[in-house]
């Protein structure tokens, strides 16, 4: 079992910036990919970004690329999220994800752990 914890979440105004963190535990040794993906109420979940675990590949959903930026300290076993030009419309409950894989993915029936979620809201 893995386990996840995001952190970094709250109430920013559009433009500012915010940092998410998420921190794995437990069996992290066969943990390839990490992703994030957020959910606004009333709607999917949506991918933001992944990254896979040695080579650093990365891969950004569209409506966050250029602004959002995905990194991983390995010997920490934590995934970062910086979110800059914060958009009301990137109000949602951020998850952090881990993926049995080599290389990042943007499906959510491909990763395998979820962490419980942390709010993020962009007043206008």
Avoid: H
Wanted: charged share 15%.
């Amino acid at each position: 079992q893995v386990q996840l914890a995001e952190s970094g979440g709250g109430l920013v105004q559009a433009g500012g910036s915010l940092s998410l963190s998420c921190v794995a535990s437990g069996r992290t040794f066969n943990i390839y990919a990490m992703g994030w993906f957020r959910q606004a109420p009333g709607k999917e979940r949506e991918f933001v970004a992944a990254i896979s675990w040695s080579a650093g590949a990365v891969y950004y959903g569209v409506s966050v690329k250029g602004r959002f930026t995905i990194s991983r300290d390995n010997a920490k076993n934590t995934v970062y999220l910086q979110m800059n030009s914060l958009k009301p419309e990137d109000t949602a409950v951020y998850y952090c994800a881990a993926a049995l894989s080599n290389r990042p993915l943007a499906r959510t029936s491909e990763y395998n752990y979820w962490g419980q979620g942390t709010q993020v809201t962009v007043s206008s």
